[in-house]
């Protein structure tokens, strides 16, 4: 679980190795020593963009909707009882993989997503090709939907049960051998001043499996009792909810969870950073919030959500840098806009000069995915195609 305790500068830099320790490069070598091209894991949830000849660029070349609402349970329950005739759709929240480890690894795409009304559940849909088309017909064991990890029912009497799960973010990890997925849920156990929408975890060995586990301890204080990797704190500037967050595992084998923290004093959300050695128990960086409409970056005075993390190496000083991006909005939730910032500490993060993005964000994280000189960025029901710069090889 994540813990408030303060730990110095000088001990967190110390036991989260940022100056060292690379386990995994972004090239190895050969059996007659020639170097070989191998970029970093996009399954571990970091691009890899050593190779950016100049700045990331801001403009998208294409953009493509690949989520729509066609299910029964991809509607909201809560005052809606005239499905498919009335109501929004909120479907989208995207996270993808492929699925290149595991006891099967078919080496397919496959794409988490919700919505956030009531009664939601987590969803998938596998393709073939990073662009789709994503197929909703895989085979759920006991299900005859597609669902993965289908919402808790509090009172499935009640059509304005607010039970939900949405927000997947799904990591691969090699230590334990396990696919996780990070997601939110309702709460229905929380009071009136603290974590109604915590942060937890489902494992599986095998993605084609679509056989998900649900972490769960004993003497829980939720409803369900799913423990709360990624809970609310104490502190007011996540003292409500804990969502909406996405993890990723460094270079270095670190963990990093990049959090969005929701209020009880109804200001705009803000976001800070976690560590951790396993991707189950984090610890909260002590400077949190760390990006926010108050940080004196000239940020915009809204609503703050997380984007997806890049590595862009290690220059001459040594220490690694990487590209953090993250959505702004207007007051109060209006025109979510990506942005870039570059650190080496996820403490000391610089707002990229050029500003935000031309192109319209949507609620929820941003999943990133390379394959050669583009970038795909998952946002809402659309994946946006990024151009890279890059060096040519010599």
Do not use: C
Request: glycine share 8%; hydrophobic share 30%; net charge positive.
């Amino acid at each position: 679980m994540s813990t408030d305790n303060p730990v110095s500068r000088r001990n967190f830099i110390k036991t989260t190795a940022w100056a060292g320790l690379y386990a995994t490069r972004h090239s190895t070598v050969s059996a007659n020593g020639t170097a070989v091209d191998k970029r970093l894991d996009n399954n571990y949830q970091v691009v890899d963009l050593t190779d950016l000849d100049g700045e990331l660029p801001l403009e998208v070349v294409r953009t493509r909707q690949i989520l729509r609402q066609t299910e029964d349970w991809e509607h909201s329950t809560w005052k809606n009882p005239k499905w498919p005739a009335g109501g929004g759709d909120t479907v989208g929240y995207p996270s993808v993989v492929r699925n290149t480890h595991g006891p099967r690894p078919d080496q397919k795409y496959y794409l988490f997503y919700a919505h956030h009304d009531p009664r939601s559940g987590i969803g998938v849909a596998v393709s073939s090709s990073i662009t789709g088309p994503y197929s909703k017909r895989v085979r759920v064991p006991g299900r005859s939907d597609n669902q993965v990890v289908p919402s808790f029912h509090a009172d499935s009497r009640n059509p304005d049960d607010p039970s939900h799960n949405s927000s997947p973010w799904v990591v691969w990890d090699p230590k334990s051998r396990l696919w996780l997925m990070y997601f939110h849920f309702f709460n229905h156990a929380h009071t009136a001043t603290t974590n109604y929408q915590p942060t937890a975890l489902a494992t599986t060995p095998d993605l084609a499996s679509h056989k998900w586990t649900i972490f769960t301890g004993k003497n829980q204080t939720t409803v369900p009792s799913w423990v709360p990797v990624l809970p609310t704190t104490r502190k007011s500037w996540a003292n409500s909810a804990s969502s909406y967050n996405t993890v990723h595992r460094l270079p270095d084998g670190r963990w990093l969870a990049f959090i969005r923290g929701t209020s009880n004093d109804d200001r705009p959300t803000r976001l800070g950073f976690a560590t951790s050695r396993d991707g189950r128990r984090f610890r909260n960086f002590p400077q949190n919030p760390i990006l926010h409409a108050g940080d004196g970056g000239g940020g915009r005075q809204g609503v703050y959500r997380p984007g997806f993390i890049g590595y862009l190496g290690k220059p001459t000083s040594g220490r690694p840098r990487y590209l953090v991006a993250w959505q702004e909005s207007h007051p109060f939730d209006g025109d979510p806009r990506l942005i870039f910032g570059y650190t080496s500490d996820f403490v000391t993060i610089k707002r990229d000069r050029r500003g935000h993005v031309p192109w319209k964000g949507s609620d929820g994280s941003i999943s990133a995915w390379r394959e050669g000189e583009l970038l795909y960025l998952f946002s809402g029901k659309s994946v946006h195609e990024v151009r890279l710069p890059i060096r040519s090889k010599t």
